[in-house]
């Protein structure tokens, strides 16, 4: 199956795969490295992503191709946020700005009303004083029915937003019932925005395989799969399951957001041709959930064990050095995502109780609203002089730049999705080689307890983490000496990983050749 169709000039490729992800692949460790390492292998790699304005965005990684779409939302909001709710709220103007319109014009006509009865008065016209009695009553008269109006719209806009009603859960529970796994098409049907924006590219660049990553890229993997295949191409189609869907937290507040989601997945896992995911457990409960024949092959969120010598020349940033504080200073850090259900809460209300401990937070977006309340939450304790927040590096140097804490802390709550995983920090941690403190999620809690490598804390529980930390930065060493253990580190490598995932795509597309090492690809590859 060595093809011809490759990015980069004269090199031999075991076929094309097209990856898709539904963000902007920055700050996504994981497809990245799936997107550089299968381009290492030997195939020809072009990762889809979304791009955040309305250009397309392109760079290389490795021998990987990106390209950022963009992605117009216009359907984002559902069919009947387009309509009058004429029985329900009667007094609401139709969607749009026309409420704020009317409400600024009777605003400006109130105004000019004034000024001229302001003028009418200076030059002491009584007539021009009468003559503006009416049109200022009217002018009264017409801004508070248009407000009242307004506020009626704002309402409705708010139960529709809410969609608490009891007819709101009738009619959810109504295209549940009727469409099934279907009905995301009526309760989310913003998913269509990420196929009209990806399925045109795909179909052009006429993959061998497809790489879904996660929930909302495996419908639109799907689609093209089936395209293709009806016109006469054989192409497969792998699904990459993150998360368990059913136990995430919610991306949106909308209450139609998550239903719909878990219709899309179980209308689209049947036409996957092999399921790769993160841990054995999340395996288990993919392959129960939806019917799957084989069980879906583990690939772990572990790092690089090793970098390019390109790589490996760039400075690092120094973690320390960005927190303003010295290697005598105790530090501990937290690097992902950041939001509630990760409980970087807890690492704040801990700092008056760990005087002389600095924590560091590395996340994508140092101004999120979320980072901003963390901020103003440190002040009022007192403490805001001992948080630091920072920006992501790059995946190859997370290790590298993690390395100058003290300790790396998963403070995450219990949810059904936190339970089941090592996530990518538990993994970069390690290879930092610090010393852990992590909540007594079931699975990182049971790791965590059987090697030593940390202390286990009761989630959101404050008290207890400050103990945790305490006992931590105690003994240090006693806890880092755990990667000592010969192999411990070698299992949790992305080149392990690497050559797991190449086996799914060699397994699908039984032509396509061995496995290309750096060595064996020709000198002009690696350049």
Same mark, same amino acid.
């Given at each position: 199956?060595?093809?011809?169709?490759?990015?980069?000039?004269?090199?031999?490729?075991?076929?094309?795969?097209?990856?898709?992800?539904?963000?902007?692949?920055?700050?996504?460790?994981?497809?990245?490295?799936?997107?550089?390492?299968?381009?290492?292998?030997?195939?020809?790699?072009?990762?889809? %992503?979304?791009?955040?304005?309305?250009?397309? $965005?392109?760079?290389?990684?490795?021998?990987?191709?990106?390209?950022?779409?963009?992605?117009?939302?216009?359907?984002?909001?559902? =069919?009947?946020?387009?309509?009058?709710?004429?029985?329900?709220?009667?007094?609401?103007?139709?969607?749009?700005?026309?409420?704020?319109?009317?409400?600024?014009?009777?605003?400006?006509?109130?105004?000019?009303?004034?000024?001229?009865?302001?003028?009418?008065?200076?030059?002491?016209?009584?007539?021009?004083?009468?003559?503006?009695?009416?049109?200022?009553?009217?002018?009264?008269?017409?801004?508070?029915?248009?407000?009242? =109006?307004?506020?009626?719209?704002?309402?409705?806009?708010?139960?529709?937003?809410?969609?608490?009603?009891?007819?709101?859960?009738?009619?959810?529970?109504?295209?549940?019932?009727?469409?099934?796994?279907?009905?995301?098409?009526?309760?989310?049907?913003?998913?269509?925005?990420?196929?009209?924006?990806?399925?045109?590219?795909?179909?052009?660049?006429? @993959?061998?395989?497809?790489?879904?990553?996660?929930?909302?890229? *495996?419908?639109? %993997?799907?689609?093209?799969?089936?395209?293709?295949?009806?016109? /006469?191409?054989?192409?497969?189609?792998?699904?990459?399951?993150?998360?368990?869907?059913?136990?995430?937290?919610?991306?949106?507040?909308?209450?139609?957001?998550?239903?719909?989601?878990?219709?899309?997945?179980?209308?689209?896992?049947?036409? !996957?041709?092999?399921?790769?995911?993160?841990?054995?457990?999340?395996?288990?409960?993919?392959?129960?959930?939806? /019917?799957?024949?084989?069980?879906?092959?583990?690939?772990?969120?572990?790092?690089?064990?090793?970098?390019?010598?390109?790589?490996?020349?760039?400075?690092?940033?120094?973690?320390?050095?960005?927190? /303003?504080?010295?290697?005598?200073?105790?530090?501990?850090?937290?690097?992902?995502?950041?939001?509630?259900?990760?409980?970087?809460?807890?690492?704040?209300?801990? *700092? @008056? $109780?760990?005087?002389?401990?600095?924590?560091?937070?590395?996340?994508?977006?140092?101004?999120?609203?979320?980072?901003?309340?963390?901020?103003?939450?440190?002040?009022?304790?007192?403490?805001?002089?001992?948080?630091?927040?920072?920006?992501?590096?790059?995946?190859?140097?997370?290790?590298?730049?993690?390395?100058?804490?003290?300790?790396?802390?998963?403070?995450?709550?219990?949810?059904?999705?936190?339970?089941?995983?090592?996530?990518?920090?538990?993994?970069?941690?390690?290879?930092?080689?610090?010393?852990?403190?992590?909540?007594?999620?079931?699975?990182?809690?049971?790791?965590?307890?059987?090697?030593?490598?940390?202390?286990?804390?009761?989630?959101?529980?404050?008290?207890?983490?400050?103990? !945790?930390?305490?006992?931590?930065?105690?003994?240090?060493?006693?806890?880092?000496?755990?990667?000592?253990?010969?192999?411990?580190?070698?299992?949790?490598?992305?080149?392990?990983?690497?050559?797991?995932?190449?086996?799914?795509?060699?397994?699908?597309?039984?032509?396509? %050749?061995?496995?290309?090492?750096?060595?064996?690809?020709?000198?002009?590859?690696?350049?």
């Amino acid at each position: 199956m060595a093809v011809e169709n490759n990015t980069s000039a004269d090199r031999p490729v075991r076929g094309r795969i097209v990856m898709l992800v539904d963000n902007g692949v920055n700050g996504d460790s994981r497809v990245q490295k799936e997107a550089r390492s299968a381009a290492e292998a030997g195939w020809d790699v072009v990762l889809l %992503g979304k791009a955040k304005g309305k250009k397309e $965005q392109t760079w290389q990684i490795g021998d990987a191709q990106i390209r950022l779409l963009p992605v117009p939302g216009p359907m984002s909001r559902r =069919r009947h946020e387009y309509r009058r709710a004429v029985l329900r709220s009667p007094l609401a103007y139709r969607p749009g700005p026309l409420a704020a319109y009317r409400r600024q014009k009777l605003k400006a006509r109130r105004a000019d009303l004034n000024v001229r009865l302001i003028l009418a008065k200076q030059e002491g016209s009584a007539l021009g004083r009468l003559r503006l009695v009416a049109p200022r009553f009217l002018a009264r008269f017409l801004y508070s029915w248009v407000k009242l =109006r307004h506020r009626s719209t704002m309402a409705l806009e708010k139960r529709r937003k809410d969609m608490d009603s009891a007819l709101d859960r009738f009619t959810t529970a109504f295209w549940r019932k009727t469409m099934g796994t279907r009905a995301w098409r009526r309760l989310d049907p913003h998913l269509w925005d990420f196929e009209l924006a990806y399925g045109k590219v795909i179909d052009e660049l006429k @993959p061998d395989l497809v790489h879904a990553n996660d929930f909302r890229m *495996l419908g639109v %993997g799907a689609r093209a799969t089936l395209r293709a295949r009806a016109k /006469g191409q054989k192409v497969k189609l792998v699904w990459d399951a993150h998360e368990f869907l059913p136990g995430i937290k919610p991306w949106s507040p909308h209450p139609r957001w998550h239903v719909a989601q878990c219709a899309h997945e179980l209308e689209y896992s049947r036409h !996957a041709d092999a399921v790769t995911t993160v841990s054995d457990t999340l395996a288990g409960m993919l392959q129960e959930r939806h /019917g799957l024949k084989a069980r879906p092959t583990v690939v772990l969120n572990a790092p690089d064990a090793e970098v390019s010598p390109e790589q490996a020349a760039e400075p690092v940033p120094d973690l320390r050095e960005l927190c /303003g504080i010295g290697h005598d200073v105790p530090l501990t850090v937290y690097s992902g995502a950041a939001a509630h259900q990760r409980g970087l809460d807890t690492m704040v209300e801990s *700092l @008056p $109780q760990l005087p002389d401990v600095h924590t560091a937070f590395v996340v994508l977006n140092t101004d999120s609203e979320y980072m901003r309340a963390l901020r103003a939450r440190a002040e009022e304790l007192g403490v805001d002089d001992r948080l630091h927040i920072v920006p992501y590096v790059p995946h190859y140097q997370v290790v590298r730049f993690l390395a100058a804490a003290d300790l790396g802390v998963i403070p995450i709550h219990h949810w059904p999705n936190h339970e089941i995983a090592l996530i990518t920090k538990f993994f970069e941690y390690s290879h930092a080689r610090l010393p852990l403190v992590v909540s007594d999620v079931k699975t990182m809690g049971s790791m965590v307890e059987q090697t030593g490598q940390g202390e286990v804390f009761r989630a959101e529980d404050v008290e207890d983490y400050v103990r !945790a930390v305490k006992s931590v930065l105690g003994d240090a060493e006693r806890y880092r000496s755990v990667y000592d253990k010969p192999g411990l580190l070698d299992q949790w490598t992305w080149e392990a990983q690497a050559d797991v995932l190449d086996e799914v795509y060699s397994g699908l597309l039984p032509g396509s %050749g061995a496995r290309q090492t750096a060595e064996q690809r020709p000198v002009e590859a690696r350049t």
